[in-house]
């Protein structure tokens, strides 16, 4: 009876090229050959189906054909780094539109009303940030009651001030709302690039919610922005023209999360 021939592994395989042996001689490394197709069109590659003695590292110059066609993926930041990165470069946008706007609602605000709308918006602002942020790291996004609740949330930017402040509707309340409005959206899309460009830097399995996530965040940003340069107090105007910047940019935040979606 003759002796069974013991069977060799894939990795003993690859150990055997890359020593540079002649397979062909061992009656394991034959047998493999015969059972293992991924093994014998490497070694066809090579020529060991010839009996010929396969050159010095030749599992290296496999790895080397194999790896020519593949895209190096980008370390990814820790989400300290990827956070602390992204809450200076938005207070460097926050600075920039305060310059550039002045602080004139700031001081037509009462104190209790300075705190409710900053501390809503900035809530806001924080978990749905950190939110997309952990959309950008395969298996750590939120659990549904926190998605839940960061809409929740989102809806109280916008019917807040109907809280804070009186229904006065000003006479330009049509053409001063839309400049408002337009000065919130320029700062919310500046805002959207900076968190956008943060995320891309990660792996988005669910774009959709990445993008919702991120518009809401800089549109809270903005909402922030406008409350403190704007200085018309009045419960209509800040929800229409601070809080539609919250929506629409949301919004466009799912567009873009849909067609990075398509693209991918």
């Not at 050159?55 to 790896?67: C, D, E, G, H, V």
């Not at 602390?84 to 310059?99: D, E, W």
């Not at 037509?108 to 749905?128: F, T």
């Not at 539609?244 to 940019?249: F, P, R, W």
């Amino acid at each position: 009876m003759s002796e069974r021939i013991r069977a060799m592994s894939c990795d003993e395989f690859d150990a055997l090229l890359d020593l540079g042996n002649p397979f062909d001689q061992s009656d394991e490394a034959r047998q493999h050959l015969q059972e293992c197709p991924r093994c014998r069109e490497l070694a066809a590659a090579f020529g060991g189906g010839r009996g010929e003695s396969l050159p010095a590292s030749a599992l290296a110059k496999a790895q080397t054909a194999a790896l020519r066609d593949l895209t190096p993926v980008r370390p990814l930041s820790s989400p300290f780094v990827a956070a602390s990165g992204t809450l200076v470069a938005l207070a460097c946008v926050i600075l920039a539109s305060l310059l550039l706007y002045g602080s004139h609602g700031w001081a037509a605000r009462l104190p209790w009303q300075r705190a409710s709308s900053y501390l809503g918006a900035g809530s806001v602002l924080v978990l749905s940030l950190a939110a997309a942020l952990r959309e950008r790291v395969p298996g750590s996004s939120l659990p549904a009651p926190w998605r839940y609740a960061v809409a929740a949330l989102a809806t109280l930017v916008w019917t807040g001030p109907f809280m804070l402040y009186q229904f006065q509707p000003e006479t330009r309340f049509w053409p001063h709302g839309a400049a408002c409005c337009c000065n919130g959206l320029l700062v919310g899309v500046v805002s959207g690039m900076v968190i956008w460009l943060a995320l891309r830097r990660g792996y988005l399995l669910s774009p959709l919610r990445t993008g919702w996530f991120a518009g809401v965040a800089a549109g809270c940003l903005a909402f922030i922005v406008q409350e403190t340069y704007c200085p018309v107090v009045e419960s209509g105007h800040s929800a229409l023209w601070h809080g539609g910047v919250v929506a629409i940019l949301g919004t466009a935040g799912l567009l873009m999360g849909w067609r990075a979606l398509r693209s991918e």
